[in-house]
């Protein structure tokens, strides 16, 4: 069936270092994947998308890669500050209802 | 801010009881998603609702049901809870139509316990 796997599971990084989190993706259909930060009790919140006609894309900090024929997308996050501290979920859709999600990323920023 | 509000924010039931969430989208979404998120895990589609019609519905028994209704409001019921229905329930809204990859915009969901 469709899955999205994410890694990894928890990311500490020092303040100014960079993070990445990597997802895999199993429905050769898919052609959008939209990255959500979601911090501790509050709602996911839509950072960045990248749809499959695009290779990568950016803002300011972040940046979204996609590989279609390897079915791999990755977030970056340059020159990290502690309010990046939080869970970063990865998605995939291939233009239906629904969204299918990867189980998550903690990221920790250490001042 | 989304937009979308959720009510109520953390719920307390019982094994067999029902359940009734509550989402109130922004004028104009037409599209509302229902998506459960268990502890430390990422979102499970639930359903979708286009103009008050079901659109689209995940992997979830007949027990969980929904409505939409014309004030951009929808509703998620849940009959004979079980435990592993505490979750967070998270309702989404978006300004395209399905199909259009359209953004998901969330509330800030329903913490549901089941004792």
């Known amino acids: 069936g469709e899955n999205v796997e994410q890694h990894p599971s928890t990311l500490s990084v020092q303040e100014g270092d960079s993070a990445v989190i990597k997802c895999t993706y199993s429905?050769?259909?898919?052609?959008?994947f939209p990255w959500y930060k979601q911090e501790l009790g509050k709602r996911p919140q839509l950072i960045i998308d990248?749809?499959?006609?695009?290779g990568e894309k950016k803002d300011q900090r972040i940046a979204v890669t996609l590989n279609k024929t390897a079915k791999h997308f990755s977030l970056h996050i340059t020159e990290t500050q502690p309010e990046d501290s939080a869970v970063y979920f990865c998605a995939a859709s291939h233009g239906t209802y629904k969204y299918i999600f990867g189980t998550g990323t903690r990221l920790k920023v250490l001042a | 801010e989304t937009g979308v509000t959720q009510s109520p924010t953390h719920l307390i039931k019982t094994r067999g009881q029902q359940v009734t969430l509550r989402c109130s989208s922004q004028s104009g979404h037409n599209t509302v998603s229902w998506y459960q998120q268990a502890l430390g895990q990422g979102p499970q589609f639930i359903f979708q609702?286009?103009?008050?019609?079901?659109?689209g519905r995940g992997n979830f028994p007949p027990r969980f049901s929904g409505l939409q209704f014309p004030n951009y409001s929808s509703e998620l019921n849940v009959n004979a809870l079980e435990l592993d229905d505490s979750a967070l329930y998270l309702c989404?809204?978006?300004?395209?139509?399905?199909?259009?990859?359209?953004?998901?915009?969330f509330g800030s969901g329903t913490q549901l316990s089941v004792l």
């Open positions: 609702y286009y103009r008050e019609e079901e659109n």
């Open positions: 429905d050769s259909a898919s052609n959008y």
């Open positions: 990248i749809r499959s006609n695009v």
């Open positions: 989404a809204s978006s300004l395209e139509a399905p199909g259009t990859n359209e953004k998901l915009f």
